[in-house]
């Protein structure tokens, strides 16, 4: 079983250019989620979907867009990505009880 | 604003011995609490999870204390090992609509020979 799926792996971007992070995941868990993971500090939220159609903002939304067209994908987009945007990202997916989340293995960006 | 504070930020022990990592939350109201390990470029995995009525839980040579009413948890690990070196992070999980996960910083483990 694949569990949760992210890729790239890793990527450097220019600053002011796109890029959109996949996740899939064949679990067929309703809520996922984005994450931020920086030096020093806990993983964030950036954006998060309760059920497919369904999104709604996390703890650090600006900056980022995500579509949940399917229970499987929750891509996440950096419509003009920024320096400040330099982090490893991961995805996560969870049950309708919430009692486990399961993470995908990170995507590492480096916006320059 | 709901926070999860973790101590020590690092820690370095000698394998075969035991440590615990400790974890403190204002988060309101409480549904669970999580422990995951994270290992060096991986994704977090879970360890335990607990719920309010629960004080203890185990997994193998880690135990998870929770006490609710000082919102404090500990995650003990016994004889351990050098593959127990990564960070431990303590995750609470809000009762809301949306039930967010609040992460803490983690505690950085590392197990020498």
């Known amino acids: 079983t694949a569990g949760i799926t992210q890729a790239p792996t890793s990527q450097i971007l220019a600053a002011g250019r796109s890029m959109t992070l996949r996740c899939t995941q064949d679990?067929?868990?309703?809520?996922m989620y984005w994450y931020r993971q920086d030096l020093g500090l806990g993983l964030r939220l950036i954006h998060y979907?309760?059920?497919?159609?369904?999104?709604g903002k996390g703890e650090v939304p600006d900056g980022y867009s995500v579509s949940r067209a399917n229970t499987d994908d929750f891509p996440l987009t950096l419509a003009s990505a920024v320096p400040s945007q330099t982090s490893v990202y991961f995805c996560?997916?969870?049950?309708?009880?919430?009692?486990?989340?399961?993470f995908g293995q990170g995507t590492r960006l480096t916006v320059v | 604003k709901n926070q999860v504070e973790q101590s020590p930020q690092s820690l370095i022990i000698l394998e075969g011995k035991n440590c615990t990592l400790q974890c403190n939350y204002t988060v309101s109201p409480f549904s669970n609490l999580r422990w995951y390990k994270q290992d060096t470029g991986r994704g977090p995995v879970s360890l335990t999870i607990m719920t309010f009525s629960e004080n203890t839980k185990s997994n193998g040579r880690y135990t998870a204390t929770l006490d609710a009413d000082t919102k404090q948890s500990s995650l003990h690990i016994t004889a351990s090992q050098l593959s127990d070196s990564a960070s431990y992070i303590c995750?609470?999980?809000?009762?809301?609509?949306?039930?967010?996960?609040?992460f803490g910083s983690g505690t950085r483990l590392q197990v020498q020979p």
């Open positions: 995750v609470v999980t809000l009762e809301t609509g949306r039930r967010a996960l609040t």
């Open positions: 996560a997916s969870s049950d309708s009880s919430n009692t486990e989340a399961f």
């Open positions: 979907s309760n059920t497919a159609g369904t999104t």
């Open positions: 679990m067929r868990h309703n809520a």
